[in-house]
Nanobody, 127 residues
Framework: QVQLVESGGGSVQAGGSLRLSCAAS????????FGWFRQTPGKEREGVVA???????SVADSVKGRFTISQDNTKNKVYLQMNNLKPEDTAMYYC?????????????????????WGRGTQVTVSS
């Protein structure tokens, strides 16, 4: 059973940066794909970035050029670097994992496909 724990959220002013971490545990050598999602009250969960077992990534258009996903396999951690934050980035951010295939028709799977989720970390960006 895979466990995911997010950290690094907080409050920041517009233009600032945050780095979220996702600590993964409970799995063996099986490869996993990871994604970061965000959600605000009353809205559907939105995919932000994703990464496969080879390090290939996908970034949503809304955050392209500002957000980056990376992973450290030695530490079993996945990171979300967020730069030039905007008030509309305010949301609860979740880390999720799924076993390959990591891409569905060259795009990340929808949130419903991910088997494992963390509890989330809140990011608040003030103007």
């Amino acid at each position: 059973q895979v466990q995911l724990v997010e950290s690094g959220g907080g409050s920041v002013q517009a233009g600032g940066s945050l780095r979220l971490s996702c600590a993964a545990s409970g799995y063996t050598d099986s490869p996993y794909c990871f994604g970061w999602f965000r959600q605000t009250p009353g809205k559907e969960r939105e995919g932000v970035v994703a990464i496969d077992e080879y390090g290939s990534t996908s970034v949503a258009d809304s955050v392209k050029g500002r957000f980056t996903i990376s992973q450290d396999n030695t530490k079993n951690k996945v990171y979300l670097q967020m730069n030039n934050l905007k008030p509309e980035d305010t949301a609860m951010y979740y880390c999720a994992a799924i076993q390959p295939p990591c891409w569905w028709h060259n795009t990340p799977p929808p949130p419903s496909a991910y088997n494992y989720w963390g509890r989330g970390t809140q990011v608040t960006v003030s103007s």
